[in-house]
């Protein structure tokens, strides 16, 4: 009986030894608390609120503190389902949200709101139906800057008591019903296809006047440069004239000259198959009877030398087959020239 006492004493003891290790350890398990980073706990004592649990190593009463879920702080970006919405013109569209918030209270986003995720959903619903509402679809469509901002104005006011900040709401698709998705695209074609007219017609205008501005450009410049040829040849047949009269009047021509070179202009007027009109001078005739009268007076004068000739040398007999001598042809004087009379048309 003393041994078996004794081993019931010993067993009782090792019992009782691992009964208080297992105790111990629970509770340093329930007294000794780590948070992460962007954490953070709620802690009851006996029912009520206690303190709220930071990032790190934290100590509870065992048994008497109860530390809450854990509550995420940092920003979290929730995707809402498709939400049937009605326009101003009783237009039917399915508008998909996200938000994009944080907890900023971790004792008011417990206590103050069961729970915050489907408050948050149903807000949006409700907030994004009162806007909508008010616009048609036309501004519905193109207003998304102005809706996500008094979205996130009025659910940020609703849930600043409930320890959440929403930062941004965004509208992820619009989408209209399938009828009025193609009248929209039947109304957008018409709309490019008028603005493809519009600036079809533009560019036509715009080509037709450049190209009219052009050619007056042209018309100038061309009109410009044959008015300064016109000039330069003008001024050079005016130089050219000036250089001959000067050259005339230098070289003092006879009235013979001036004939002689009537007859060598005149084979220069007849020339051509199909001149059947040409010009005869006036002067001709009378240049005519100068050159006329200028060999009359040559031969005159060359008669009376030889005449002299024979006064002044002895006598003697000529052999019959012997020329005399020819007589020698004096320049006659030349007349002065005569007025020009108007040219004699002759067939």
């Given at each position: 009986?003393?041994?078996?006492?004794?081993?019931?004493?010993?067993?009782?003891?090792?019992?009782?030894?691992?009964?208080?290790?297992?105790?111990?350890?629970?509770?340093?398990?329930?007294?000794?608390?780590?948070?992460p980073q962007a954490r953070a706990g709620v802690v009851e004592r006996l029912g009520r609120y206690h303190k709220t649990l930071l990032p790190g190593l934290n100590l509870?009463?065992?048994?008497?503190?109860?530390?809450?879920?854990?509550?995420?702080?940092?920003?979290?970006?929730?995707?809402?389902?498709?939400?049937?919405?009605?326009?101003?013109?009783?237009?039917?569209?399915?508008?998909?949200?996200?938000?994009?918030?944080?907890?900023?209270?971790?004792?008011?986003?417990?206590?103050?709101?069961?729970?915050?995720?489907?408050?948050?959903?149903?807000?949006?619903?409700?907030?994004?139906?009162?806007?909508?509402?008010?616009?048609?679809?036309?501004?519905?469509?193109?207003?998304?800057?102005?809706?996500?901002?008094?979205?996130?104005?009025?659910?940020?006011?609703?849930?600043?008591?409930?320890?959440?900040?929403?930062?941004?709401?965004?509208?992820?698709?619009?989408?209209?019903?399938?009828?009025?998705?193609?009248?929209?695209?039947?109304?957008?074609?018409?709309?490019?296809?008028?603005?493809?007219?519009i600036l079809t017609a533009e560019g036509t205008k715009q080509s037709a006047i450049l190209q009219a501005e052009g050619e007056r450009q042209s018309q100038i410049l061309?009109?410009?440069?044959?008015?300064?040829?016109?000039?330069?040849?003008?001024?050079?047949?005016?130089?050219?004239?000036?250089?001959?009269?000067?050259?005339?009047?230098?070289?003092?021509?006879?009235?013979?000259?001036?004939?002689?070179?009537?007859?060598?202009?005149?084979?220069?007027?007849?020339?051509?198959?199909?001149?059947?009109?040409?010009?005869?001078?006036?002067?001709?005739?009378?240049?005519?009877?100068?050159?006329?009268?200028?060999?009359?007076?040559?031969?005159?004068?060359?008669?009376?030398?030889?005449?002299?000739?024979?006064?002044?040398?002895?006598?003697?007999?000529?052999?019959?087959?012997?020329?005399?001598?020819?007589p020698s042809v004096a320049p006659a004087q030349a007349a002065p020239p005569a007025e020009p009379a108007p040219p004699a048309a002759a067939q």
């Amino acid at each position: 009986m003393t041994e078996a006492g004794a081993f019931l004493g010993q067993l009782f003891l090792i019992v009782l030894a691992i009964v208080v290790v297992i105790f111990v350890i629970v509770v340093l398990a329930r007294a000794v608390r780590v948070v992460p980073q962007a954490r953070a706990g709620v802690v009851e004592r006996l029912g009520r609120y206690h303190k709220t649990l930071l990032p790190g190593l934290n100590l509870l009463v065992p048994f008497i503190d109860r530390l809450r879920p854990l509550l995420d702080l940092r920003e979290q970006v929730v995707s809402f389902p498709p939400q049937p919405v009605i326009t101003e013109d009783n237009l039917v569209v399915s508008i998909d949200t996200v938000v994009y918030f944080q907890v900023t209270d971790a004792r008011a986003a417990t206590y103050e709101i069961a729970n915050y995720l489907v408050a948050v959903e149903q807000l949006t619903t409700t907030t994004l139906r009162n806007v909508v509402g008010g616009l048609n679809l036309e501004e519905a469509l193109t207003s998304r800057d102005n809706i996500n901002g008094q979205l996130r104005v009025v659910l940020d006011e609703a849930t600043g008591k409930w320890g959440i900040r929403v930062n941004r709401v965004e509208l992820k698709s619009i989408e209209p019903p399938v009828s009025i998705q193609d009248s929209m695209e039947q109304q957008m074609r018409a709309e490019r296809s008028r603005r493809a007219q519009i600036l079809t017609a533009e560019g036509t205008k715009q080509s037709a006047i450049l190209q009219a501005e052009g050619e007056r450009q042209s018309q100038i410049l061309q009109a410009e440069g044959e008015a300064q040829a016109r000039v330069l040849r003008a001024e050079g047949e005016a130089k050219a004239i000036q250089t001959v009269f000067d050259a005339i009047h230098a070289g003092n021509p006879d009235g013979p000259l001036l004939a002689y070179q009537y007859l060598q202009t005149l084979p220069k007027l007849a020339d051509g198959a199909s001149n059947k009109l040409w010009i005869i001078p006036s002067e001709l005739t009378e240049a005519l009877k100068g050159i006329g009268g200028g060999f009359t007076q040559g031969i005159g004068q060359a008669a009376a030398a030889a005449g002299q000739r024979e006064r002044r040398e002895p006598a003697a007999p000529a052999p019959s087959s012997v020329r005399p001598p020819e007589p020698s042809v004096a320049p006659a004087q030349a007349a002065p020239p005569a007025e020009p009379a108007p040219p004699a048309a002759a067939q």
